[in-house]
């Protein structure tokens, strides 16, 4: 069945570049997405990209789509005490609704 | 705009008893919504897809009978855990679609159900 994978956990300094990796399975996959969790709060569209784009950059996001290698990153630029929350990589196919999610990366900023 | 919301946002209870769990859709129409269950340092698991006014999808191998799925209007479905257990204890989120903007998902800021 599908699969999608992240890394737990990621530390960097504030004004550091965070990087985020995600690998998913689903070759079908027609939209990649990325949410943000903030404790207490519900997820949070940040970004998504066709399965036909190799990158997306939208302020301080950029999302690469290595659709060969089945690998989607986030790259967050000068990354803030407020980046700190949970992030979520999701795939979909064409057609219907359902999102996969990876387990989530809590990125955490620190001074 | 485009708020979810869900109630309670915590809840214990015994086992055995039913537990309902409320997700709505503020500020806007949800033509679908979606259940999720998360587990600690899980990813969120689709348990079952609801259009308004008709019967929930669920997903395989969830009980439909354990997770009862109302979505009675354009801005409410309940969760009813029945006859909830200790395993049944976990963060369940919801999430809605409004079938205009496109097929993105709000999502509501989750229920956690203990069950002791």
């Known amino acids: 069945g599908e699969d999608v994978e992240q890394s737990l956990f990621l530390s960097v300094r504030e004004g550091d570049s965070s990087v985020i990796n995600c690998t998913y399975t689903?070759?079908?996959?027609?939209?990649l997405y990325w949410y943000k969790q903030e404790p207490g709060a519900g997820l949070q569209l940040l970004t998504y990209i066709f399965s036909n784009m190799d990158m997306k950059q939208d302020q301080r996001l950029t999302v690469l789509l290595n659709k060969k290698d089945k690998h989607l990153s986030l790259r967050i630029a000068d990354t803030q005490t407020g980046d700190s929350a949970i992030y979520f990589c999701a795939e979909s196919s064409g057609g219907y609704n359902k999102l996969i999610f990876g387990a989530g990366t809590r990125l955490a900023v620190h001074p | 705009g485009a708020v979810v919301s869900q109630h309670p946002s915590w809840v214990i209870c015994k086992s055995g008893t039913s537990v309902k769990i409320e997700c709505r859709s503020l500020d806007f129409q949800a033509t679908t919504m979606f259940w999720y269950r998360q587990f600690p340092k899980q990813s969120l698991m689709l348990m079952a897809t609801s259009n308004e006014g008709s019967k929930a999808t669920y997903e395989q191998g969830v009980e439909k009978d354990k997770f009862l799925i109302n979505h009675a209007s354009l801005t409410l479905s309940t969760l009813t855990v029945t006859s909830a257990h200790p395993e049944d204890s976990s963060f369940y989120i919801c999430?809605?679609?409004?079938?205009?903007?496109?097929?993105?998902?709000?999502f509501g800021p989750g229920t956690r159900l203990t069950v002791l």
């Open positions: 689903d070759s079908s996959s027609t939209y």
């Open positions: 999430s809605a679609q409004t079938g205009v903007r496109g097929n993105e998902q709000f």
